[in-house]
């Protein structure tokens, strides 16, 4: 019980899997190739050469920048490996009406959004000026198709905050590469035929067909949605949310541009459907289009039809007549608890919903990022650090379920089975509902965030409830710094116009910012 835990095991690849290994080794072994008397930890990787990546999950929140950096990643190798372009937010089309709406989640909040809430000040102007173009200057940027930085800017800085969109494949073998080659991880190509279990029910070791044994005092399952450790062997069960998010199939196709200088996409496109919705994506060599529906509300022959009408409409006939529809099911949920013993599951073994707000990847993040900070000095505390870890990840999961859910609860569609179910109240958690009677009567701000590290700002919330044309009330009391707010409120939305403008002039293009990437690279940090 007093032994140190000094050796990890990864059991399954792909983005999951090295992208944990580089947050971990990142964290306690920079650096080393081998272990040593005064470095002994290990990471071990075992990977199957007989499974290929998925390569579903193609967005990142802006955390991942901060996490590349960490790991020691040159962001103008990320690009030029992985074949990744700017995400600046999300632009979603159809999501109220179903005919030409629109509106944006950016990722940079409010302006002033420390000292004022401009929400309540904007109410008054809401039918001259949409939310989110009144208060920052994304919207503008996805309009034009703009970088949030310019060439001279360092690495990891910017002019407006953003993520990324990668090609999967490509960034779990650029992951692995330095991983390998950097961070002193240990990588084993072989499946895994048995596990062997410890006197008090602990993996004392995973046995191969290829390398042997391989021990360990942690292990991580990043096996994806077979769950080799914590379904197949623990058996620890999987949550079911279909209830709340219907979800749970996509059908994605990779589609070339028409031209290769073709602009680029600054934001994830999210165009509402019958039974669900489609994403676009662009790449510098490709746009990722899917389409993620309800099987119980549509059948793959309409889904199908949807999607290919969608890239007939945005691409071309050509492209929707060539396109290849690769199908993915899914059963929106996620363990009923995501460490158990010694084994902690990371990615698709710990659970999966629709990809609507890219949160795949920042579980990942966050799942190994704790388990770098907290990794227990010995198997006695071990329990508390996994008791500790599931309380976070089963708050952060019933957070995201319910952010997901709010995208579809404020629709005034009514024109198909799946719009009115999704708002049936039997399939809105509680809490959202009192967030919502709440949001009638007062603007989210930064009250309705409980923790320092809650997954989505109060500022996501103003951007997807007034962005579906949800009204708060106006105060019926007059508090005393309410005109100095009104004032400061009114200078703020002056900045924000000035500095969208500004913004609009010197900031490259996507493409442009990309191409100037590839053959320059960012200045370093």
């Known amino acids: 019980m007093n032994h140190k835990i000094n050796r990890v095991v990864i059991v399954g690849g792909g983005t999951a899997g090295w992208l944990s290994a580089g947050i971990i080794a990142a964290e306690h072994c920079i650096g080393t190739k081998t272990s040593s008397p005064e470095n002994p930890f290990q990471l071990t990787l075992v990977e199957s050469p007989d499974i290929a990546t998925i390569g579903v999950g193609e967005g990142t929140w802006p955390s991942m920048r901060s996490t590349l950096q960490k790991m020691g990643i040159s962001e103008t190798d990320f690009f030029r490996e992985c074949s990744a372009s700017f995400k600046q937010g999300t632009l979603f089309k159809g999501w109220r009406t179903g005919a030409d709406d629109i509106y944006t989640h950016p990722f940079t909040p409010p302006q002033g959004y420390t000292e004022v809430n401009l929400a309540p000040h904007w109410q008054t102007a809401r039918e001259q000026i949409n939310f989110a173009q009144a208060v920052s200057p994304q919207s503008a940027l996805f309009t034009d198709k703009l970088a949030p930085k310019q060439i001279s800017t360092p690495e990891y800085a910017f002019n407006v905050n953003y993520g990324y969109h990668l090609d999967a494949a490509k960034f779990a073998e650029f992951l692995r590469k330095h991983c390998v080659e950097k961070l002193g991880v240990t990588h084993i190509k072989a499946n895994v035929t048995g596990i062997n279990s410890a006197d008090n029910g602990d993996i004392a070791s995973i046995a191969t067909d290829s390398h042997g044994t391989i021990e360990g005092e942690l292990f991580i399952d990043c096996s994806g949605s077979r769950a080799l450790l914590i379904g197949e062997h623990f058996g620890i069960p999987v949550c079911s949310k279909s209830d709340i998010l219907f979800n749970n199939t996509a ?266 990437i590839y053959t320059f690279g960012f200045q370093k940090i």
Not at 451 to 460: E, G, R
Not at 471 to 477: D, G, H, R, V
Request: with cysteine.
């Open 251 to 516: 059908l994605a196709a990779q589609i070339p541009y028409t031209h290769e200088n073709d602009p680029i996409e600054s934001c994830t496109l999210s165009t509402a459907q019958s039974a669900g919705w489609i994403w676009e994506i662009g790449l510098p060599t490709r746009r990722g289009i899917g389409h993620v529906y309800s099987s119980d509300h549509n059948t793959e022959e309409r889904a199908s039809e949807e999607l290919l009408a969608y890239i007939a409409s945005t691409v071309s006939d050509q492209a929707a007549a060539a396109a290849t529809l690769r199908k993915v099911k899914f059963s929106p949920g996620h363990r009923a608890k995501f460490w158990h013993k010694n084994c902690v599951a990371i990615g698709m073994s710990a659970g999966f919903i629709e990809p609507l707000e890219a949160s795949a990847l920042v579980l990942v993040e966050l799942s190994a990022a704790m388990i770098a900070e907290q990794l227990p000095a010995n198997r006695q505390i071990m329990d508390l650090v996994a008791k500790r870890f599931n309380d976070k990840f089963l708050y952060r999961w019933d957070r995201i379920i319910e952010f997901l859910k709010l995208h579809y609860i404020l629709t005034q569609r009514r024109d198909t089975e799946y719009w009115r179910d999704n708002c049936e109240s039997s399939s809105v958690p509680e809490q959202l509902v009192d967030l919502l009677a709440l949001w009638r009567h007062q603007s989210p701000w930064h009250r309705d965030n409980n923790n320092v590290d809650d997954m989505f700002p109060s500022a996501s919330f103003q951007y997807v409830i007034y962005g579906m044309d949800f009204e708060t009330m106006p105060s019926q009391t007059q508090r005393r710094s309410e005109l100095a707010e009104r004032q400061r409120a009114g200078a703020l939305f002056q900045e924000n116009a000035t500095r969208t403008q500004q913004l609009q002039t010197s900031l490259p293009s996507n493409r442009d910012l990309i191409n100037k």
